[in-house]
């Protein structure tokens, strides 16, 4: 009876392995298409842009730290203790509100990258699904995850070609 379970459970594995052996498979270069994209230049633009106003205003203000810090320096020997004080208090709290603001924008920045790569990313996967159910491919995978696919189509230029 265990002989027989075997058999019938080895004929289903083979079984199996052969169907898949039998399934479509492509590749395609994500990293590829991603670099070759034009709109990934219009959007890198525009986030610039939308972000050029509050860059330009922190380095403003780094500017007017240092400034202050350099005047600090100079002037801090000749200074009253209290013009000291007063003036190492300023720069602190000025100091504390650049970090603040500084680590926002890199928030904010970090955040508006990420999703406009992620547009950018599935307008890429769903090219990758039509150019795969148009030329019947029942798996795709990423070249850059598989290390040897000898029975697979390079689908990157068609994929390109679907995005752009």
Do not use: H, W
Request: aromatic fraction near 4%.
């Amino acid at each position: 009876m265990k002989k027989l379970l075997c058999a019938a459970g080895l004929g289903l594995a083979l079984a199996a392995s052969a169907a898949q052996a039998a399934d479509k498979i492509a590749v395609v270069n994500v990293s590829n298409i991603f670099q070759q994209l034009p709109q990934r230049a219009t959007v890198a633009k525009q986030l610039e842009n939308e972000f050029k106003g509050r860059a330009t205003d922190l380095q403003a203000q780094e500017r007017a730290i240092q400034a202050q810090m350099q005047n600090l320096q100079r002037n801090g020997s000749t200074m009253k203790a209290s013009e000291r004080s007063s003036l190492e208090k300023d720069i602190m709290a000025k100091r504390q509100t650049f970090e603040n603001k500084a680590q926002t924008f890199e928030q904010d920045n970090r955040r508006r990258q990420m999703e406009e790569r992620n547009k950018i990313l599935s307008s890429i996967q769903t090219a990758v699904k039509k150019v795969a159910d148009d030329e019947g491919y029942d798996v795709v995978l990423d070249t850059n995850s598989v290390a040897y696919a000898a029975n697979s189509k390079d689908i990157t230029a068609d994929v390109l070609k679907q995005v752009k």
